[in-house]
């Protein structure tokens, strides 16, 4: 608001000079009072300086040439130019405005001295003119500061870019620092479970078949040793896979060699006929629809859920029976209830960590789903309900 009154004034105080120079009555007169009224125009462009500075220069350096005004709306338009626009609009903005204020000072060089807006005047004489070198100076000096303003702008957002965009590079860097930090992490943690994991599992596969030949004589143990060998085999190629994933993260789960394949609610059957064969007394009641629309994280959440479920059960109470749950429909979502009886002589010798509860929430939680899990009336429950994510809502 202060540059547009500003502006207003000292357009007013030029046209009130010139009127004085040429007279009240007139055409000279009529061409200072339209000057007067477009000041006030001209004037308020001020206000949209930072939206159209281009325009508010052309018409300010237009109104000070057709009329005798002051060249302070140029001015502010060519410092907005050069702040905000290309080099190449500064450039001609510069010339334009530089041609306009030359105009504007001559008029007012070239009036009688008592007219003029700039004069020297000693007490009791007549005013006299000023030298040229004053309104050269003068030029100069409006101009520079004008385009001063206009060039400190621009360098101050050119900095402020600068910073934003260092600082964005920064925190990339951070950012690949640290999952460079976690990519050798995972390098560590895979080697680690290779020559642990792998190792001890191979020596379950080679006893189990040792134990597999020498109990030809005894049918069920050999069933048994063979179960535990298929077992560790199946696992081996799970471990291999897994170690894959853990070392390349973004890789996508496949049945490509050495990557698992994601299980779907079909092979829920396996799974519960392998803790059957086991010794698991269980009562499974198994009904699903639509599964072929089913996404591939939704099946393969709830089969581990499952899975997890019967591992915590043979770890912690393998003689218990096991009632298990399954309702799975586009409809209703998928709803997994494993629950077995809570005993005092319930097996506790393998020891756990909680993980794969805390497993079981987090892929639950993930998925937009709800989980109870813990002792409830003297049994132990495993409560899951899963929404239903169909394979076309997957992809997108």
């Known amino acids: 608001m202060i540059l547009v009154t500003t502006s207003l004034l000292c357009s007013l105080a030029a046209l009130a000079y010139e009127s004085n120079a040429r007279g009240t009555q007139g055409a000279a007169a009529a061409w200072v009072t339209t000057g007067m009224i477009a000041a006030f125009g001209v004037s308020a462009l001020v206000i949209v300086r930072h939206r159209y500075p281009v325009a508010l220069t052309v018409v300010a350096c237009a109104f000070a040439l057709v009329f005798p005004a002051d060249t302070f709306a140029a001015l502010v338009g060519l410092s907005c130019v050069v702040a905000t626009r290309s080099r190449r609009k500064a450039v001609v903005a510069t010339v334009a405005v530089s041609v306009v204020t030359v105009v504007a000072v001559l008029r007012d060089g070239l009036r009688p ?53 260092s600082s964005r590079s920064a925190r990339t860097t951070a950012d690949l620092q640290s999952e460079l930090t976690r990519q050798e992490e995972r390098d560590l943690i895979a080697r680690e479970v290779h020559d642990t994991l792998a190792h001890r599992l191979a020596l379950v596969s080679l006893h189990s078949g040792a134990l597999e030949m020498a109990a030809r004589d005894h049918p069920e143990l050999q069933g048994f040793a063979h179960e535990v060998q298929a077992n560790a085999h199946r696992s081996l190629e799970d471990l291999r896979g897994l170690i894959g994933v853990l070392r390349d ?54 089969y581990r859920v499952v899975q997890e479920a019967l591992t915590n059960i043979h770890k912690h109470a393998p003689t218990s029976p096991i009632d298990v749950d399954l309702t799975a429909s586009a409809a209703a979502g998928v709803r997994v209830l494993v629950t077995n009886a809570l005993s005092p002589g319930s097996c506790q010798a393998i020891p756990g960590a909680g993980a794969g509860i805390a497993g079981i929430h987090e892929r639950v939680r993930l998925l937009g789903g709800r989980s109870w899990i813990g002792p409830h009336d003297g049994r132990f429950v495993v409560d899951v309900w899963l929404p239903w994510h169909s394979v076309d809502s997957a992809s997108t």
Do not use: C
């Open 113 to 165: 001295a008592q007219f003029q807006v700039f004069t020297a005047k000693v007490a009791g004489e007549v005013p006299q003119p000023l030298s040229w070198w004053f309104y050269a100076l003068l030029v100069v000096m409006v101009l520079a500061f004008a385009v001063g303003v206009g060039v400190f702008r621009r360098t101050s957002v050119d900095l402020d870019h600068l910073r934003e965009q």
């Open 249 to 302: 993260p973004g890789s996508r789960r496949s049945a490509g060699s050495g990557v698992p394949a994601t299980v779907t609610l079909e092979d829920l059957s396996e799974l519960l006929n392998a803790s059957r064969k086991a010794g698991s007394q269980m009562v499974a009641t198994v009904m699903i629809n639509d599964s072929a629309s089913a996404s591939a994280p939704l099946t393969h959440a709830a």
